[in-house]
């Protein structure tokens, strides 16, 4: 049977290298805006929100593409889908002119207590079932193409009966949704666990990646942790370079979310992506040095600043 979506997928915009836009990195973000192609957004924090929060949001859909990734949907848990959360998400969604939303594949709530963490799932034919259900509706709601996400985990869940390829394999075959592929999350899932991470990308249906996570980890003990708070490592940008010479996709994505280094370094960062994704003529085709940084923005920022220490003072 043919798939919806890879048709869908193939008529979605191919974006380019995009950053997640942090209020922490706001100015900055919007000063550097000739070197970010798109910006992905946590939407749980702009969801029937307004004041600050909302006004950078407004700004940045007046510059950029951007793309939903959220942290609440927990998709494998054997609660209830939250249906005011999908009202709520699907108004932003339709708001803003996302062409893609997505979330991760695990569980992050129990008996209505929500948990803090994205949590591993069984990799077990009776999560398949229930996940894939799940997907469908999400998906039908929502009326955008939707895509799960590998998350690193650092125990395997009781209950294990599937290699994890298989397992996601056959959730995004049987629920027809898309892979956002975290590079990142492989590698450090390959560390801890003790597996080759390019055989592990390769059991994947590749043609079913939509958007690419690219990140830094730190070791802490015995583990290696994905902390989204240091500098990609050559062995994840050879894992980039490898999926992207397996398949094409739409958009790749830098994560930093804490202990945010000089911007220069980030604009570096990116600047890598996007060389190893111009095996993509899409990609080379993408560039924001014609859009103008949006000093407005920067100007109103700086002068709420300037506010709040006089006012402090």
Known sequence: ?????????????????????RRELATETFAHSSSIDWLEIV?????????AARERLDAATQQWPIISHGINLSI??????????????????????IPWFSDHLCFTSFDGIYLQDLLPLPFSKEAVKHIVERIKRVQDFVGRPFLIENISFYMHMPGCELPETEFMTQILEEADCGLLLDVNNVYVNSLNHGFDPVQFVNQLPLERVVQIHVAGHKKIGDYVIDTHGAAVVDPVFDLLAHVLSKTKVNGIMLERDQNFPDFAEIIAELDRIREIASVDPAFQQLSGKDRKPSLEFVESTESRGRELRALSA
């Open 43 to 51: 939407p749980e924090n702009y969801m029937e929100i307004g004041g």
């Open 1 to 21: 049977m043919a798939s919806s979506f890879l048709k869908a997928k193939s008529q979605l915009p191919t974006l380019g290298v995009g950053l997640g836009l």
């Open 76 to 97: 494998g848990s054997t609660d209830e889908l939250n249906t005011d959360y999908l009202k709520a998400l699907k108004v932003l969604i339709e708001q803003v002119n």
